[in-house]
């Protein structure tokens, strides 16, 4: 037996006790041990669809723990492992419950670095932040190229490209709103602070050259924006829509200063690309940072903790102790 959030239909959401014979098909068994709260398991939580594509649906779209049992040579019983994405909490059971059954092709072993509780620190927002700072170094920026600027600075993805990048050598500036997180910020290694509403508003098809790049995760108005103020040859790494999926921009920055829009996938990113994520991760994330931007629930602080992350009052990361 094992407890877990279940969300049936109706968006009745509630704490069950369930029996292994509930969990869905899959090659390997994993005892999980934590979890944690990312923007779209928010959604799932409170609006149900069109993230859950079918019900009853434990959400949950990240988990780390242990193998219990495999059919995939590639884990035995007593690996670490983690997942990240890959439809799991909308179209199959998810990591908030006791134990998971998923496919041994979404699994990825578990970096020495890390325990399965720091594993969920970074979660799928860290690990998106990991793939948008790699992305900005494949389309070559670097640390004298100018400033960088993260949106969303406070969440968990903003919070961890933060420090991804602090510690790279680049000079971040954060674009925040939620002034009174200055502190915060500064000190996941922000060199600067800009208030939100800067950038909310339509603005000219190319402003003035004001950062070499950007990590974007809130899209819309805000990204259109970052895009017109991005200096020449810059890169900007698009990982969410917080503010929305639309971009009303212009092709200028893209023909008049070369600028290059990369787009940033973490569901379905393939496993050579996760491996390498992960890797930097345990190399470039300095593990004092996780205990600063971590806060711990259970699951029936789920619910609360879903809606405050879809009214933008969460700082840094959720875990969650699904055993708690």
């Known amino acids: 037996m094992f407890r877990a959030l279940v969300v049936d239909e109706g968006q009745q959401v509630s704490v069950q006790e369930l029996g ?4 869905p098909e899959g090659d390997v068994t994993v005892t999980v041990e934590y979890s944690t709260v990312n923007y779209k398991d928010g959604l799932a939580i409170v609006h149900g669809k069109p993230v859950i594509r079918s019900y009853p649906m434990v959400p949950g779209i990240d988990l780390a723990g242990t193998v219990s049992a495999s059919e995939d040579p590639r884990y035995g019983v007593g690996d670490r492992v983690v997942l990240n994405g890959w439809g799991v909490g909308e179209a199959h059971w998810g990591g908030f419950a006791g134990m998971a059954r998923v496919k041994g ?27 948008t700072v790699m992305a900005l170094e494949s389309n070559g920026l670097t ?5 960088v600027l993260v949106t969303g600075a406070a969440g968990g993805v903003g919070s961890v490209a ?17 002034p009174e997180e200055a502190d915060y910020l500064t000190s996941l290694g922000a060199a600067g602070i800009i208030e939100r509403s800067e950038l909310t508003e339509p603005g000219r098809a190319l402003g003035a050259e004001r950062w070499a790049g950007a990590v974007d995760t809130v ?18 790494a698009a990982c969410g829509l917080a503010a929305g999926a639309d971009l009303p921009a212009s092709v200028m920055p893209f023909i008049i200063r070369g600028v290059t829009l990369a787009g940033v996938d973490s569901v379905m990113a393939p496993t050579p690309v996760r491996l390498a994520a992960w890797e930097r991760l345990a190399t470039d994330l300095e593990p004092t940072t996780l205990s600063s931007i971590v806060s711990t ?25 699904v055993n708690a």
Request: charged share 15%; proline share 4%.
């Open 20 to 23: 292994a014979d509930r969990l």
């Open 162 to 178: 933060i420090a991804l990048l602090a510690k790279l050598g680049f000079r971040v500036i954060a674009l925040t709103g939620r």
């Open 143 to 147: 640390p004298d190229a100018g400033d």
């Open 219 to 236: 899209g819309s108005q805000i990204l259109a924006n970052v895009l017109a103020s991005t200096s020449y040859g810059g890169v900007v």
């Open 105 to 131: 092709d979404w699994l990825v072993p578990l970096p020495d670095a890390f325990s399965t509780e720091q594993a969920m620190a970074i979660g799928t927002a860290g690990y998106t932040a990991m793939l």
């Open 297 to 321: 629930i259970g699951l029936e602080q789920l619910p609360q903790a879903a809606a405050d992350i879809l009214a933008g009052a969460v700082r840094g990361r959720l875990v969650v102790d």
